[in-house]
């Protein structure tokens, strides 16, 4: 394919989208004004179908992406088999995690890259910016015992030069992005690619390498990213997680790689960046002013891609490289406190969004991640606007003018919202849908355990995201006033483990929504009863949302959401559990604060 | 010669730790950092002077610029 043709394909995946989304989102609005205006055209009955438009675009949105992705997919490419002629420093930032499991990853993918006999293409750092002083020093401890499991006395001891670093800032500003291009100011011009890793990431050699031969193979590509599998999750949510990341996001990412062209995605780990192309234009400075919108970036990745872009670098994601592995949150509290960091991140983009000289796309791309927080906000504002309408509403005149003779019955649009309210359901479900049929006629179902199993995943998935859904939209809503308000969210605490909460954990999270589902049912029933079924699907669910929370922590077990990694477990995932088992008999003690604090998920 | 054996022992476990210290303190000096230094150019991403904006865009651009530089300060009511 040429790269005019290629150009041009971008556009008109973009183009489609676009038209197909705007379409929607005009063709509900212009029905629900029809219905908001049967009894009359009224003011809040424009900012409706204002707010119908916006909500339905952004899902239609949603929804052309699998439809791209689709349309797009093609045969995954051969491996590439040329020689590695590069260095890569593969960098492991670790921020107060859990030494022992961390270090046990790293030696996991270097006995991957040790069966290739790759070992000497590559270099593990690993970035401490832990700043407890005593998980620092098990740190070092941990380190010790890497050094040893990975033989690098015996290296040296043949006159070649050891392949395992190790460095503890004292002070970890610029967080993660400062952490990594300390590194490079350091050390950066020993290699020519980085593979840039989180704490909980896992990635099969063969993978790496490949990554390795393509940006070998493509001397303009500046930033490769792989699409990480969550894998590891035991709880009833972080599974359903992990099955519709695992069933879904391939779909999506095939959409999103269809229409990126050059300026494609950077999620901050699992991807391997040219050192000099990173160095010379990703240099992040502080935003004036104070947090939330002020200070160092929160999500330095989306803007390092959108350099990069600038700078002439090619920036991709390419869906078709498995072997790359995350973890997820196991509870919807954990979620939510990711969400809100990630909240942040999104809307300081507004202050990043207007950069000279970035491309339209980046652009467009930092517009969807504000969009996405935003749009909570306006799906409330369309609940409370229906809730204004119906109770402002006029009585019904059946002889508006003078001495009318018979009466007028006004229209009854009521199907036309109805209608509004299918298409805005079927948008919700299409993907899935359109997902699991292309699966089912490729086969991919196989790797969910069938076509039955992958169909009741489907069905049990969108269930629980209908119920949770009302829950994270409050949580979602909270984060971004706070945001507005000024209110700085920090680094909060990830929890590692199997996410299990008690009931009085999920109340203290989740009393204050409940007191807001009541609060949509007593006003619904006092001001618009005839709203009160429309209701219920939201306020419902409110109701009782620490029970929710807290029946979606709970331990869940295969076969329902089993996907590819539960049926046949990635090799490098059982070096890494082995490698754990044999380590936790052997090494060095982890102090007792190391689940306290938190790991930087994303970037 | 039980007293004289854990004196033995104390001073074997003392010399024992120190080598481990010492090769402990040994290896974390050599696995730091290797020194190959590059510069990495602060980017600009932020345009915070009205006068750049307005001498280099147009109209909409520069509505569009000051809109979007002027939505955080608003936000924090400052």
């Known amino acids: 394919m040429t790269v005019k043709s290629a ?110 006999g ?42 070649l030069a050891h392949r395992f670093f190790y460095r503890r800032r004292q002070k970890n500003t610029g967080r993660k992005a400062g952490n990594i291009q300390n590194f490079f100011e350091t050390s950066g011009a020993d290699y020519d690619f980085a593979l840039i890793l989180d704490a909980d990431s896992l990635m099969e050699g063969d993978t790496i390498a490949e990554l390795v031969r393509r940006m070998q193979a493509e001397p303009e590509l500046g930033l490769l990213q792989t699409l990480p599998r969550v894998t590891g ?64 970036i929160l999500s330095h990745d989306y803007v390092e891609a959108a350099l990069l872009a600038r700078a002439g670098w090619t920036v991709r994601v390419d869906p078709d490289l498995g072997g790359s592995f995350e973890e997820g949150p196991e509870n919807m509290i954990d979620f939510a406190k990711r ?23 980046s652009r467009f791309v930092f517009f969807q991640g504000i969009l996405s927080y935003i749009a909570p906000l306006f799906w409330m504002m369309f609940l409370a606007s229906n809730l204004y309408a119906t109770a402002t509403a006029p009585e019904t005149d059946f002889f508006p003018e003078p001495f009318q003779l018979f009466p007028v019955f006004p229209s009854d649009q009521t199907s036309k919202a109805v209608g509004v309210a299918v298409g805005v359901f079927g948008l919700l479900v299409f993907p899935k849908v359109l997902v699991l049929v292309d699966a089912a006629l490729r086969g991919r179902v196989s790797q969910f355990g069938g076509t039955v199993l992958a169909l009741r995943g489907m069905v049990r998935e969108l269930v629980m995201s209908s119920i949770n859904a009302p829950i994270m939209l409050m949580w979602q809503t909270r984060a971004v006033l706070q945001v507005f308000l ?118 | ?41 602060r980017q600009v991403i932020q345009v915070s002077q009205p006068s750049i904006i307005y001498a280099t865009q147009n109209a909409a651009r520069r509505l569009y610029s000051l809109m979007t530089e002027g939505f955080g300060p608003a936000a924090r009511g400052r």
């Not at chain 1, 942040?344 to 202050?351: E, S």
């Not at chain 1, 090494?587 to 970037?603: D, F, K």
Request: proline content about 7%.
């Open chain 2, 1 to 41: 010669m039980d007293a004289r054996m854990t004196l033995q022992d104390m001073a074997r476990n003392g010399s024992d730790r120190a080598r481990s210290d010492n090769r402990r303190a040994a290896i974390l000096s050599m696995a730091g950092l290797p020194d190959a230094p590059l510069v990495m150019p």
């Open chain 1, 339 to 361: 969400d809100r960091r990630w909240c942040q991140g999104n809307l300081q983009h507004i202050r990043v969004i207007s950069a000279p000289g970035l491309k339209a796309w």
């Open chain 1, 486 to 603: 000024g209110r700085d969210g920090g680094w909060p605490a990830q929890t590692r483990g199997d996410g299990r909460l008690t009931l009085a954990e999920a109340f203290a999270a989740g009393w204050w929504i409940q007191i807001w589902g009541i609060a949509v049912i007593l006003v619904t029933n006092s001001f618009a009863p005839d709203l009160m079924l429309w209701v219920l699907p939201i306020s419902v669910p409110l109701v009782v949302a620490p029970l929710v929370i807290w029946a979606t922590s709970l331990p869940s077990t295969p076969p329902v959401f089993v996907t590819p990694e539960e049926l046949d477990l990635p090799k490098v995932i059982a070096d890494h559990r082995r490698i754990v088992q044999q380590w936790s008999q052997a090494g060095p003690a982890i102090p007792a604060t190391v689940n306290a604090p938190a790991a930087e998920l994303t970037a």
């Open chain 1, 233 to 296: 999750a035991t709880s009833r949510f972080g599974r359903a997680m992990q099955f519709a990341a695992g069933f879904y996001s391939p779909v999506f990412a095939q959409g999103q790689a269809a229409m990126q062209g050059v300026a494609g995605p950077f999620w901050g780990h699992n991807a391997l960046i040219r050192v000099r192309a990173f160095t010379e234009s990703c240099a992040l400075p502080e935003l004036s002013g104070p947090p939330p919108f002020g200070g160092h």
């Open chain 1, 7 to 116: 150009t041009s394909g971008v556009l008109a995946a973009r183009a489609f989208a676009v038209l197909v989304s705007v379409g929607l989102g005009a063709g509900a609005a212009a029905l629900f004004l029809q219905f908001g205006a049967a009894d009359g055209y009224q003011m809040v009955d424009g900012v409706r179908a204002a707010l119908v438009f916006v909500t339905t675009f952004w899902l239609a949105w949603g929804a052309m992406q699998a439809v791209e992705g689709l349309i797009s997919s093609r045969k995954a490419p051969l491996p590439m088999t040329t020689p590695i002629t590069t260095r890569t420093a593969i960098l492991m930032p670790v921020y107060n995690e859990d030494p022992a499991v961390v270090f046990a990853r790293v030696a996991a993918m270097d006995e991957s890259l040790a069966r290739l």
């Open chain 1, 118 to 159: 790759l070992t000497d293409h590559f270099d593990f750092a690993i970035l401490s910016d832990t700043q407890d002083d005593r998980l620092g020093s098990a740190e070092e401890d941990w380190f010790i015992h890497l050094w040893d499991d990975r033989q690098q006395d015996a290296r040296k001891a043949q006159g």
